[in-house]
């Protein structure tokens, strides 16, 4: 019953989402079936939030090698092209590779964007935090985040979200918007590493599934909205 009732308040922000689990047995199939893909033979990469809220939300980690960890705060592929190329060197011999990345967002029953309810709390939580902390900055007109290597990967997420502050800002629901770019963000990093790393590859397919994942309440599964689906010949990037 709770279940079906967050259904809807997700669909009414994110009309295509599905439920996290679906969403990894249809692609899956997909891999499997229209693709010809070994999924016994598939390294998993991932480049979402490092939140411990992410880990459970798809059965890919049941299921598939890995993950390669390329993700930091807000879903980042921090990893950069060094951890590309890693990943790709880590492939299983006549093997395959997958790309599950994209930014996070909470909703609680009552349709709070930016929100949840986290294991054993009783008060909700931000949900991205790193990315709820950029928006309450970015909505200071005269902050700028500044380098240092106390808080590396908090100011370099926002300093790749400021040129869109704008846009988050002047939006209807700039809890989403934020979102929203931070996907767009993330999806032309990972195709830029890939393609500056195509040569480390000695694989026919590489797989890419990219969207954003929505977390519901502890114990509830997840949604994902799809927003990239795509199997390709890396060496044709």
Same mark, same amino acid.
């Given at each position: 019953?709770?279940?079906?009732?967050?259904?809807?308040?997700?669909?009414?922000?994110?009309?295509?989402?599905?439920?996290?689990?679906?969403?990894?047995?249809?692609?899956?199939?997909?891999?499997?079936?229209?693709?010809?893909?070994?999924?016994?033979?598939?390294?998993?990469?991932?480049?979402?939030?490092?939140?411990?809220?992410?880990?459970?939300?798809?059965?890919?980690?049941?299921?598939?090698?890995?993950?390669?960890?390329?993700?930091?705060?807000?879903?980042?592929?921090?990893?950069?092209?060094?951890?590309?190329?890693?990943?790709?060197?880590?492939?299983?011999?006549?093997?395959?590779?997958?790309?599950?990345? *994209?930014?996070? &967002?909470?909703? $609680?029953?009552? #349709?709070?964007?930016?929100?949840?309810?986290?294991?054993?709390? =009783?008060? /909700?939580?931000?949900?991205?935090?790193?990315?709820?902390?950029?928006?309450?900055?970015?909505?200071?007109?005269?902050?700028?985040?500044?380098?240092?290597?106390?808080?590396?990967?908090?100011?370099?997420?926002?300093?790749?979200?400021?040129?869109?502050?704008?846009?988050?800002?002047?939006?209807?629901?700039?809890?989403?918007?934020?979102?929203?770019?931070?996907?767009?963000?993330?999806?032309?990093?990972?195709?830029?590493?890939?393609?500056?790393?195509?040569?480390?590859?000695?694989?026919?397919?590489?797989?890419?599934? *990219?969207?954003? &994942?929505?977390? $519901?309440?502890? #114990?509830?599964?997840?949604?994902?909205?799809?927003?990239?689906? =795509?199997? /390709?010949?890396?060496?044709?990037?």
């Amino acid at each position: 019953m709770l279940q079906r009732k967050f259904d809807r308040v997700v669909k009414n922000y994110f009309p295509n989402a599905m439920d996290a689990k679906d969403t990894s047995i249809h692609y899956l199939g997909q891999m499997q079936i229209e693709h010809k893909i070994d999924i016994s033979k598939v390294l998993m990469a991932t480049s979402v939030c490092s939140d411990d809220i992410n880990v459970p939300s798809t059965t890919f980690f049941n299921v598939l090698f890995g993950p390669f960890i390329m993700g930091g705060l807000g879903g980042l592929p921090f990893a950069g092209q060094t951890g590309m190329t890693a990943f790709a060197h880590h492939i299983p011999d006549e093997g395959s590779a997958f790309i599950f990345y *994209g930014p996070h &967002i909470g909703i $609680t029953l009552e #349709g709070d964007l930016g929100k949840m309810y986290r294991p054993r709390q =009783e008060q /909700t939580g931000n949900s991205c935090g790193a990315l709820m902390l950029a928006l309450s900055r970015f909505q200071d007109s005269g902050y700028k985040p500044l380098l240092n290597e106390g808080d590396y990967q908090q100011m370099k997420l926002e300093e790749s979200l400021l040129p869109y502050r704008d846009r988050i800002l002047n939006d209807d629901n700039p809890e989403k918007a934020i979102t929203e770019v931070t996907y767009e963000v993330i999806h032309q990093k990972i195709h830029d590493h890939l393609k500056s790393c195509k040569n480390e590859f000695h694989v026919e397919k590489v797989t890419l599934l *990219g969207g954003i &994942i929505i977390n $519901t309440d502890y #114990g509830l599964d997840d949604y994902f909205d799809v927003r990239n689906f =795509e199997v /390709t010949d890396v060496k044709g990037l």
